[in-house]
Structures are given as structure tokens and as C-alpha cells.
């Protein structure tokens, strides 16, 4: 869970960084302001029970976030998406934190479905999804502008709980 003080933080170690920018939707924080702006939307959102956002920590350092960028309750399906601080890049960080996130999504909320997107260009985010027990779905062509202007691709990983807990039974 979020807090105001996380911000130094997040805009240090990710947020302001124009490598991790490359591979997400948003562009690099300017300042801490902006990065104080989102932490406190967020932690406003905290109050709605369906608001799935946490913090990655090390060592009681922040270096990452994953969170539900989207979900819909009917079907009960979620897409989640994650960035982490370039320094922790390529350790297992995001694997296991997208393990216990799933773990939690699909026994604790009862998600039926989770997907994750990456862009083509980021295989390194397609090898943290396959890890984590996702499987390769396809390439959804010109569905996500990009921060140049332009439609770009991005490859599709799902998880269905029923085939996630079986694989992941010794799981907790």
C-alpha cells in the first residue's frame, strides 16, 4: 500500500527514468511533483475495495510497482501491469512479485482470467510473464497507442486460475 512519503522514492528509483519509460505507457516524471500527484490519486483510490496497487520493496527500499490496471467484475478477468527499477532489472524481482500478486488475484478475489501485456520490442517483460506461469496468447496488432502518437502492437500472456493453481499448487 501506497503512502504520500513514497514518492522520493518512486520518482528516484523508476519514475523519472527514461529506460524504464521505454517499455510502459507513460512517460518519464519531470519531477517529484508529478510523481507526488499519482501516489496521491492513488492513495484516495485505496478506498475502493476493488483497488489492487502495491509497492515492491527490497530491503525496505521501493524499487517497483504492480498493480489491476483494469478489470471487470462480471466476467471476473484483470489485467495487470508492472514497472521496476532499472537497477533490479533481470533478478527474479518481478517474477516472484507477479506470482504472489496472482496467487492473491485468483484465491483471495476469485479472478477467473489475468492478462498482461508488453510491447514487442520488450522481450525481457514476455520472459517475466512466462515465468510467472502465463502462457502466450498472441499478437494484438495496433491496440495501444504509444507515446509517440502511433497504434503500436503488444503481445498478449494469459493465466486461467483453474490451470494456474493446478500448476502452482505448492504455491502460498
Known amino acids: 500500500t501506497y503512502t504520500a512519503d513514497d514518492a522520493q522514492a518512486m520518482f528516484d528509483n523508476w519514475c523519472s527514468d527514461p ?10 516524471h519531470p519531477d517529484v ?4 500527484q499519482l501516489v496521491s490519486a492513488w492513495v484516495k483510490s ?7 496497487h502495491w509497492g515492491i520493496e527490497m530491503g525496505g527500499k521501493l524499487i517497483g510497482d504492480i498493480s489491476v490496471v483494469s478489470h471487470n467484475e462480471q466476467q471476473m478477468t484483470c489485467e495487470v501491469g508492472y514497472c521496476l527499477s532499472r537497477a533490479y532489472w533481470n533478478q527474479g524481482i518481478m517474477t516472484e512479485a507477479l506470482e504472489l500478486v496472482m496467487n492473491f488475484l485468483f ?3 476469485g479472478f477467473e482470467r489475468i492478462t498482461l501485456r508488453h510491447f514487442p520490442d520488450n522481450p525481457a517483460s514476455g520472459r517475466v510473464m512466462q515465468k510467472a506461469g502465463l502462457a502466450f496468447e498472441g499478437i494484438l496488432r495496433r491496440t495501444v497507442r ?3 502518437g502511433q497504434l503500436t502492437d503488444v503481445a498478449l500472456f494469459a493465466a486461467l486460475k483453474d490451470e494456474w493453481l493446478k500448476a502452482h499448487r505448492d504455491f502460498h
Not at 529506460?19 to 518519464?28: D, I, L
Open 146 to 148: 504509444h507515446k509517440d
Open 33 to 36: 511533483g508529478s510523481t507526488r
Open 107 to 109: 484465491r483471495e478475489v
Open 19 to 28: 529506460e524504464v519509460a521505454k517499455t510502459v505507457t507513460w512517460v518519464p
Open 46 to 52: 485505496y478506498q475502493n475495495p476493488s483497488f489492487y
